[in-house]
């Protein structure tokens, strides 16, 4: 099995839990995931399966859409629903007053990680550091925030509105501490009370598939399986080179090639998609001078008898 499973992660497992399941179910063992969603978040997780797992580096760095529940009136310990909860010193926002606030987190912005969060201070966790009552200090971080806008307010419980954001963001953006500093931002306390990704680079969540549905096309037999995975190569945002076919056994090879003739301009030592004349991908490759050199070959090298 090799190829792109765009899963509908549901509320309650953890992206490894998801993993697992798709490797017992597929009986892949090489089954990896673009970009861990948290057990009380739903929404587009992309797993990749075999030789695709070997493409995961290009796709860390994509862009991630989010629709999240922001509650106001209150602050917590893990700055999601999920932590103890400490009513706010000040009043509850307005919506106006809120969207107002929503132009200071539009673009490049500072901010701190949770203090539940999986980064590593001194070689432990953060999240066991203050499980265990340690102060924990994790230094800001630089993220952009591409779009960010209020879609829906319930204000029937006035000291404690409701907003729901959609928000487009840089890879690495923590939504919770998003909910907080937005919450500290316009004089409350907020937290993140759910949590949906929508889009995760090309992989949007209308075109997820669900886990009920991945059990089903398992049962079918390995052909629906393979029916429901996307290529390899799929939502690939690289430059890409066709290799001539008398060049294919050298890149299987892991051997540089010439820069095949025709080949416009294409930048010099960036990721480089080296495809067939059928526009199959075949390996990952970098121009180096007027040599093609693969890095991640995706094709057999031909055995010395059919040469």
């Known amino acids: 099995m090799d190829g792109i499973l765009v899963v509908a992660k549901p509320v309650g497992p953890t992206s490894h839990d998801v993993v697992g399941l798709v490797r017992r179910l597929s009986a892949t063992k090489r089954v990896g995931h673009g970009g861990t969603l948290d057990p009380f978040a739903s929404g ?59 132009d200071a987190f539009r673009g490049p912005i500072r901010q701190r990680p949770p203090d539940y969060s999986a980064i590593k201070v001194a070689g432990r966790r953060a999240y066991a550091m203050a499980r265990a009552g340690e102060a924990v200090e994790l230094a800001e971080r630089e993220v952009t925030i591409h779009a960010i806008e209020i879609v829906e307010w319930d204000g029937s419980r006035p000291d404690e509105p409701v907003a729901i954001v959609d928000v487009t963001c840089s ?67 690289l430059a890409s080179v066709t290799v001539p076919a008398g060049a294919h056994a050298a890149i299987a090879r892991g051997q540089a090639i010439g820069v095949p003739s025709g080949t416009g301009e294409i930048p010099e030592d960036a990721p480089l998609r080296l495809a067939d004349d059928t526009g199959r991908l075949i390996a990952i490759g970098r121009r180096s001078g007027t040599k093609i050199l693969p890095d991640k070959v995706l094709i057999d090298a031909v055995p010395p008898e059919n040469r």
């Open 44 to 102: 587009v997780l992309p797993i990749f399966l075999g030789k695709a797992t070997r493409l995961v580096e290009y796709h860390l760095g994509d862009r991630k859409r989010y629709r999240a529940t922001v509650c106001f009136g209150a602050s917590s310990t893990t700055d999601d629903l999920e932590g103890a909860l400490t009513p706010a010193q000040g009043p509850a926002p307005t919506r106006d007053a809120t969207e107002a606030a929503l």
């Open 171 to 237: 890879a690495g953006t923590y939504i919770r501490s998003l909910a907080r500093d937005l919450g500290v931002a316009v004089g409350s306390g907020a937290y993140l009370g759910a949590l949906v990704r929508t889009a995760s680079g090309p992989f949007q969540l209308d075109d997820a598939i669900s886990l009920d549905d991945v059990r089903a096309a398992t049962e079918a037999g390995p052909d629906a399986l393979a029916g429901i995975l996307l290529p390899v190569d799929a939502g690939l945002d």
